[in-house]
Every structure is written in C-alpha cells, then in structure tokens.
C-alpha cells in the first residue's frame, strides 16, 4: 500500500513514480532501467510474467524501486486498475511512457481482420487507454508528463508494417489533438512524442512474421538504451512537442515532408530486402513455425523466457546517437551556432578591411 502521505514540501523531494508499459523487454526494459538509475520508482506494465520479473530485478540493481503489474494495454478496464494500483503503492504518478505495441511482418492482404484489429488494439488504443488513465490521476493535481513512444513510421508508412504503421499515425494525430486540448484549458499536464529509428529489440523474435526471411529492422540500428535516453529526457522536458532520435529518422522524415512520392517508390523497391535478415527462417512466429509470436500471447508467459532488452544485432547496432545529443541540446547548440556566425562576420569583416574593401572613401 501507499507508503504515507506526503506533505507538499516533501512531495518534491520524493522519487518520481514513472510507469511504463511494453516494460518487459525492448524499449520499455531499457526505459525502465534508465529512470531507475535516476533512483525512480518505476511501474512495470506488460503482460510477460517472465520479462516483467527479471525486467524488476533489473530496476532494482539499477537503483530504483519496482513494482509489477501484469496487464494487456487492450484492456481498458484493466489498464485503469492498473494505475490505481500504483497510485496506491508508490503515489502520485509523475511520468506516463506509452511504449506497449505488437505487429505483423506480412503484406497487407495476408493479415487476418482479427490480426489487424489485435494490433491496433494494443499499440494504439493501448496508447489511449494509458493516456485516459494516467490523466485521471494527473489532472486534478495539474501536473505530470505522458511520453508516448512512436517512431519515423508514425509519419512515414513502409511495406509490410500496414498494421503498426496504421497504429503509429494514429497516436501521432490523437497526441496532437490532446496536446492542443490540454494548452487550451492552460493544464499542467503536459504530454510529448518520442519519434525512433529501428532498433536492435527482440521485438523481430516473436512478431508474427509471415515473410520468407526472419524480420530485421531496417539499417541504421540503434541499442534500445539510446530510445532510453530520449525517452528519459523528454519526461523532464515536455514542453517540446516531439523528439526525433536517429539521423535515419530525421533523413526519413524530412524526405517523406520534401519528396513522399519518390520516397514511395525508393521503398517499394527497397523495402522489402531491407526487413528480412535472410531467406532461411521458418514462416509465422519470427522463425517460429505454429506459433502467432506475441500478438494473442505474451512470448515471455508461463511457458516462454525473459528476452531482455536487446535483440539479435548488437554486431551492428551502435549506442549513441550524435543527432540525438544535437536533438536534446538544440539551444546549446543553436547559441553555438550563433556565435559562430558572428564569429565568422567578425572574421570576414577584419579580413575585408585588411584587404582595403571596407576603408572609408575620403570626402
């Protein structure tokens, strides 16, 4: 239960309660041990009982407290239960990271209505649900932050992600539209958009896959730990509409704002190579024959293992972002910037009058 009431001195000196969902592995695991290392308490949402308790152990020996709760995101009723379990327990919720998701690797025609349904359940009405929730504690007390984890492909679709790129842009307008509600009625509540790149998580392990080749993300990869670090940084900097981690993302975005259409046909030529790490795995499961990965069932329940935070590409996968380091200290950098260019006319202008091209003509 509740540890005691807080006094509102005490109230900032307390750790942050952050929950994330999708916690038990990927982005969510790195995120949570992220915030924990920053001595948060930190509330564990997914539906993996393995993941979810390994996922504990790591917040712990990062730092932090933790607290398990065991819940699938579609689950709107569930989902708000949930909270009040970790208001109970830990307090006030300061930080909300909407990470939960799951999807398909198959072309569009090949994914089943229940399938598509299934996905967009989880990763964007998952997304509302844990948005609904995480305000119902916030508003009355004016403040906290809802970080919602979305990616380049919540502007840019790419073949055989219909589903997850359908959800992705789905969050992407209903978080524009709230962040617009909540400055109208001048809230403390603030909330913020976390744009990825593909990323070296064992989510290409137990998606449903219905290609020929075992699922890959497309190259750049990035280690989990960089998403963690944005994700980390826009909770205490929410002001900012969104985040955009990788140069892939930035490169992507900006093509798809300037040219969509070439875009379109770069990716239909290359998009389908570029998602499949080679011919040899087995059909459904990510390799996995007779199974749907995790999209009915969590791959890390009764019967599964903890998959960790990290995928089958730390050979390629790099840990460090310098966009995102420009991203995260653009004011630093914008001053930088400015007076280096005032650096550089000072320079010119000694330069000019040194040479006689500004000397003043006699009268």
């Given at each position: 239960m509740r540890k005691g009431p807080l006094s509102k001195g005490a109230s900032s000196k307390r750790p942050r309660t952050v929950v994330v969902t999708g916690a038990s592995g990927g982005v969510g695991r790195a995120t949570a041990v992220a915030f924990a290392a920053r001595g948060a308490r930190v509330a564990l949402l997914a539906r993996g009982r393995e993941g979810l308790a390994a996922a504990a152990d790591d917040v712990r020996r990062a730092g932090g407290e933790a607290f398990v709760v065991s819940v699938d995101m579609a689950d709107a009723k569930a989902v708000e239960n949930a909270a009040q379990q970790v208001d109970d327990t830990f307090g006030p919720i300061d930080v909300w990271v909407?990470?939960?998701f799951s999807g398909v690797f198959a072309p569009f025609p090949e994914i089943t209505p229940d399938e598509f349904r299934r996905v967009t359940e989880v990763t964007y009405l998952g997304c509302v649900y844990g948005t609904r929730a995480a305000l119902r504690h916030m508003l009355p007390r004016d403040r906290g932050t809802i970080v919602q984890v979305g990616s380049a492909l919540a502007y840019r679709g790419i073949p055989l992600q219909s589903a997850y790129c359908g959800a992705k842009h789905a969050i992407q307008g209903f978080n524009e539209s709230l962040r617009c509600e909540l400055l109208h009625e001048g809230s403390g509540v603030r909330t913020t958009m976390v744009q990825l790149p593909g990323l070296n998580t064992p989510q290409f392990d137990w998606v449903l896959n219905r290609m020929p080749g075992r699922p890959r993300p497309v190259p750049p990869v990035y280690q989990?730990?960089?998403?963690?670090?944005?994700?980390?940084h826009a909770a205490s900097h929410a002001r900012r509409r969104e985040y955009w981690v990788g140069g892939s993302t930035v490169a992507t975005l900006l093509a798809n704002a300037v040219a969509?259409?070439?875009?379109d046909r770069y990716l239909a030529r290359t998009g389908f190579a570029a998602q499949q790490a080679d011919r040899q795995g087995e059909r459904d499961g990510g390799g996995q024959p007779g199974r749907s990965g995790n999209l009915w069932a969590?791959?890390?329940g009764p019967h599964g293992r903890d998959f960790g935070a990290h995928g089958r590409f730390d050979d390629e996968a790099v840990s460090h972002s310098p966009q995102d380091w420009v991203s995260r200290n653009r004011s630093r950098v914008g001053a930088g910037a400015l007076a280096a260019a005032g650096l550089g006319a000072l320079v010119t202008a000694g330069l000019r009058r040194g040479l006689g091209h500004d000397r003043p003509t006699a009268p």
């Open positions: 909407n990470n939960a989990p730990e960089v998403a963690a670090r944005a994700i980390v969509p259409g070439v875009l969590p791959a890390d």
